[in-house]
């Protein structure tokens, strides 16, 4: 894959993330019953973004975790023949509590299916959110983010990069392509 623009800069996906953080809060009244749920990987530091701009501007520091949702796929091969499932495990109790999803892209649906799967392998939340950074579009559940940092429609044959530093050591979203022979 080559890199076909870039999307946004550093200064855009901060903007993108404290806008989303400010709708977090307006249509949960504050922040009183939330808790953060990012989905791995890249998924997680979004989500603690989310959580320091939330104490920033509420004083409440909501609790904030992550889920690995590989064991709650419907679209990946087995790991083994009887491959283990793990349930998911969260650092708080999501019973009765507003539940954030974090994840940095949202395109088939299918990892946000899972999350909320894992979600209720933990608990009984009162609601399950979804905040996404890019939303590309092709859904193939009928699933939808409650918070989007930027919508982005994109060919099945592109590829929305989401760089932070903890993983790549720039931070950027950017559109890749398919090189060309």
């Given at each position: 894959?080559?890199?076909?623009?870039?999307?946004?800069?550093?200064?855009?996906?901060?903007?993108?993330?404290?806008?989303?953080?400010?709708?977090?809060?307006?249509?949960?009244?504050?922040?009183?019953?939330?808790?953060?749920?990012?989905?791995?990987?890249?998924?997680?530091?979004?989500?603690?973004?989310?959580?320091?701009?939330?104490?920033?501007?509420?004083?409440?520091?909501?609790?904030?975790?992550?889920?690995?949702?590989?064991?709650?796929?419907?679209?990946?091969?087995?790991?083994?023949?009887?491959?283990?499932?793990?349930?998911?495990?969260?650092?708080?109790?999501?019973?009765?509590?507003?539940?954030?999803?974090?994840?940095?892209?949202l395109y088939t649906g299918r990892t946000a299916r899972a999350a909320i799967e894992a979600?209720?392998?933990?608990?009984?939340?009162?609601?399950?959110?979804?905040?996404?950074?890019?939303?590309?579009?092709?859904?193939?559940?009928?699933?939808?983010?409650?918070?989007?940092?930027?919508?982005?429609?994109?060919?099945?044959?592109?590829?929305?990069?989401?760089?932070?530093?903890?993983?790549?050591?720039?931070?950027?979203?950017?559109?890749?392509?398919?090189?060309?022979?």
């Open positions: 894959m080559r890199q076909k623009a870039q999307i946004m800069d550093e200064a855009a996906l901060n903007r993108a993330v404290t806008r989303i953080s400010h709708e977090i809060l307006e249509r949960n009244k504050g922040a009183e019953n939330l808790v953060l749920v990012g989905i791995r990987r890249r998924g997680e530091p979004l989500a603690r973004s989310i959580q320091g701009n939330i104490n920033k501007n509420e004083g409440i520091r909501p609790p904030c975790g992550s889920i690995d949702i590989r064991f709650y796929r419907d679209d990946l091969s087995p790991l083994a023949e009887e491959p283990t499932v793990r349930q998911a495990q969260l650092p708080f109790s999501v019973t009765g509590r507003d539940v954030i999803l974090v994840d940095d892209v979600v209720f392998s933990c608990g009984r939340p009162r609601s399950i959110q979804l905040a996404v950074l890019v939303d590309r579009g092709h859904r193939e559940l009928p699933i939808r983010a409650d918070f989007v940092g930027k919508n982005l429609p994109t060919s099945h044959s592109e590829l929305v990069e989401v760089r932070l530093p903890e993983f790549d050591g720039e931070t950027g979203v950017f559109l890749m392509e398919p090189e060309k022979d």
